[in-house]
């Protein structure tokens, strides 16, 4: 059997056919060591389909699936033994309350017996469930199984995650619960392959990108470079104001604030600000304007340089 | 007790253990479920119904003998009790798992699909077997009022019923693995065991005159046979005049314990294992 350190996930030729029509198409692809790596692409681009290929949901028409060196499909007890995972939005027995729902996953993971009540209780209250640990699942809302779901995908501790859409169902707060619980799983060295619809999500927690696209592999690269080769490496955010602010303002004080490249007034009452750098640039810009009390009362992300780089890429296959 | 992982903390246990899980959280989802609580009923109204109707009318039928009242009143109801047990927990055991989602959380584990396959046949045999031991019970109950004594032939009969629990419940989850809508699955193992099978079996004793060994249902007679002193052999009777002023025969046919054993075996093994196959190339798309 072979046996590696590093977790690692391996589509080789993969491919899925429904009669004349093919979701997956001979895809190769190779994830190595502990990172999170985000799949995008436009629905029915086959990224669920994969994914459910490396989890037993779906079996390949050819090609192979391999979890740390192993076929999914040929070997799937020892193939999962490191993997959890969270596929679309699946339903727990109704009658069964999230302590036993998640009792029966751990049981069945080999989690050990002594250790069970504590990784539960840990899990549930890691995704704010703690309140409803022993009320009965059926009466649940999408989003409360969807964050049961993924205190299951926590419990034994997993080095791999395949994760569809994990914040899907969820509450704004719930999704920004769920990146923090992703970032917090990257900092512990797992392998996390993440899909995804939310650009902004992926470039806050992924450290790569896979892009595919009517089922074949458009590209797979960390993000910056990704971002360098595919698009103008600019990211773009909108600030509405609550008075007119002054042009100088504008092209002086904020166009010379760290990563700005270009700010300009949309008219009296916005502006435009092109930035280089991610999330905490961002932030920091946030923090600056404020600072300026030029009546700052929205301030949103426009655009990115990964969503430049997606629709670049995903319209030059169309 | 367990295979070794090398790659994870955990060791992830034996298909046997996992089975025993599968089998434990599905049993607890049937006892709380609302279906356990009307099959519940269904059970007790029959039992109810008889005990009342017995206890009102005394039919002779019913109180000649011992033997006679295990046979008419457990010969004639019980394999109703079964199949009905059969597909309130059978029906869609595995249909659900692709209809309700739940499938999407118990399958992407490191588990064999032939585990969660056998775990909730596992339940959904304890669960129909509960309503199988009501049944039993009221039945011992009245019978001891009447009588004071159980014949041993009422042991083997309701071994019978047991293991014809076991081969309807094969038929159940070869039909649950073979549609992905409960309500299909259902729907069609209901028509035919409530009403398929007693049809052909009608039919083909009073139109093609041969002994329907085939069907599941005549295997399942051996139930209320065992309970017949002497065991019945086959019955050929000549009744009236029929066509063309010819005497009609009639045969009614009676399975040995061996030929019923048989068909009910059979009937589970390859109901069963088409069902395991169907259930492991499933997709959950």
């Not at chain 1, 961002?282 to 780089?309: C, F, H, M």
């Not at chain 2, 009501?134 to 004594?149: A, C, D, E, Q």
Request: hydrophobic fraction near 45%; glycine fraction near 8%.
């Amino acid at each position: 059997m072979p046996f590696s350190d590093v977790p690692s996930i391996e589509a080789v030729k993969l491919s899925k056919r429904y009669n004349s029509f093919v979701a997956v198409s001979e895809l190769n692809l190779k994830i190595e060591g502990a990172k999170c790596v985000g799949f995008l692409g436009p629905n029915g681009a086959g990224k669920t389909t994969t994914l459910k290929m490396f989890t037993d949901l779906i079996r390949a028409s050819s090609g192979e699936a391999l979890i740390n060196g192993i076929n999914v499909h040929t070997n799937k007890k020892a193939a999962l033994a490191s993997v959890a995972a969270l596929i679309e939005t699946p339903e727990i027995y109704p009658s069964l309350t999230p302590r036993e729902a998640l009792t029966m996953i751990a049981e069945v993971r080999g989690v050990p017996a002594t250790e069970i009540k504590k990784r539960i209780e840990e899990a549930v209250l890691e995704v704010h469930m703690n309140e409803w640990i022993d009320k009965r699942v059926g009466k649940f809302s999408k989003g409360m199984k969807q964050r049961i779901c993924i205190a299951s995908a926590l419990l034994s501790d997993p080095r791999i995650l395949l994760l569809d859409e994990p914040t899907n169902g969820l509450d704004p707060r719930g999704m920004s619960e769920v990146r923090d619980i992703v970032k917090s799983l990257r900092s512990k060295k797992r392998l996390i392959f993440m899909s995804s619809h939310l650009l902004s999500e992926v470039s806050d927690v992924c450290d790569e990108v896979a892009m595919i696209d009517h089922g074949k592999l458009i590209v797979y690269d960390t993000i910056s470079n990704v971002t360098s080769k595919f698009s103008g490496g600019n990211n773009v955010v909108e600030v509405g104001l609550v008075r007119p602010v002054d042009s100088k303002i504008v092209v002086k004080t904020i166009a010379a604030f760290p990563g700005v490249i270009n700010a300009e007034k949309i008219d009296d009452k916005s502006l435009k600000i092109s930035f280089n750098g991610g999330l905490d640039v961002q932030e920091r810009l946030l923090n600056d304007i404020v600072k300026l009390n030029i009546g700052v009362i929205s301030y949103k992300a426009a655009s990115s340089e990964l969503e430049e780089a997606y629709l670049k890429l995903i319209t030059a296959t169309l | 007790m367990t295979e070794t992982n090398f790659e994870s903390k955990n060791s992830v246990p034996t298909s046997i253990a996992q089975v025993g899980t599968i089998t434990k959280y599905a049993l607890l989802d049937y006892l709380r479920g609302r279906r356990f609580f009307i099959m519940l009923i269904i059970t007790a109204l029959i039992s109810v119904l008889l005990t009342v109707l017995v206890g009102y009318y005394r039919p002779d039928a019913f109180l000649l003998s011992n033997l006679t009242f295990y046979n008419s009143w457990w010969g004639t109801s019980v394999t109703f009790v079964v199949v009905l047990s059969a597909i309130f927990f059978g029906g869609d055991a595995i249909s659900g798992e692709f209809q309700n989602k739940t499938g999407y959380f118990g399958v992407p584990n490191p588990i064999r699909r032939s585990s969660i396959y056998v775990g909730k046949w596992l339940a959904a045999f304890i669960a129909s077997a509960v309503m199988l031991g009501i049944f039993t019970v009221v039945t011992v109950g009245n019978g001891l009022y009447y009588f004071s004594s159980i014949p041993y032939q009422f042991g083997e009969s309701f071994l019978f019923a047991l293991f014809y629990l076991v081969a309807v419940l094969g038929f159940t989850f070869f039909f649950s693995s073979l549609f992905k809508s409960s309500s299909m699955s259902i729907l069609v193992t209901a028509i035919l065991f409530l009403f398929v099978f007693t049809l052909l079996n009608e039919l083909i004793v009073l139109l093609v005159k041969i002994e329907p060994w085939f069907l599941i249902n005549y295997g399942a007679n051996i139930i209320g046979s065992v309970l017949m002193s002497p065991y019945p052999p086959h019955e050929t009777t000549t009744t009236g005049v029929g066509f063309r002023g010819q005497p009609t025969t009639t045969t009614t046919f009676y399975a040995s314990i061996p030929e019923g054993l048989a068909i009910m075996g059979i009937y589970f093994a390859i109901t069963a294992v088409v069902g395991l196959i169907l259930f492991e190339r499933k997709e959950f798309n």
